[in-house]
């Protein structure tokens, strides 16, 4: 099921634990394709799957500008999301987020991906992806994580 059609963008941080956790085929399901952007296909370090565009960010003036705030992935991602109409940016790191927020670019994070697969009946319990996310070295703190079980 596409959850709707929007463009969305990926950092870095959402393909790697989504993979440990072998969930990252819930992009596909809920966005049908993905972009990434050159940066993030190099920090993933592993071929992407088909599903994933990978786009090189064209201002590469405002890449160098946001990269002095967060680091090369985070902000190409960002520099990504202001140049490409109607995205959505999946990013994690909270310097990114903030970044991404001042400029007004809509975001969510892999816990809201993980809140729309639950929506979407794609995930059983989000408790258990929750612990799988945490014993792969996902921060979420305390706060958060009885947030998101409140939609278990």
Not at 3 to 15: F, G, K, Q, V, W
Request: hydrophobic share 40%.
């Amino acid at each position: 099921m596409i959850y709707e059609m929007r463009n969305i963008i990926a950092d870095t941080s959402c393909l790697i634990v989504l993979e440990k956790i072998k969930m990252l085929y819930l992009l596909k399901e809920l966005y049908g394709t993905i972009l990434v952007s050159e940066e993030v296909a190099g920090e993933y370090g592993d071929k992407v799957a088909e599903w994933i565009k990978i786009r090189q960010v064209q201002d590469r003036k405002t890449l160098e500008v946001i990269s002095a705030f967060v680091d090369l992935g985070e902000a190409s991602s960002i520099a990504l999301a202001m140049e490409t109409e109607n995205s959505t940016i999946i990013i994690d790191d909270l310097k990114g987020r903030k970044v991404a927020g001042k400029l007004r670019l809509r975001i969510t994070g892999t816990i809201g991906v993980l809140l729309k697969a639950k929506e979407s009946n794609l995930v059983d319990s989000l408790k258990s992806a929750t612990e799988q996310l945490k014993t792969s070295g996902f921060h979420i703190s305390n706060e958060l994580e009885q947030e998101i079980l409140k939609y278990d």
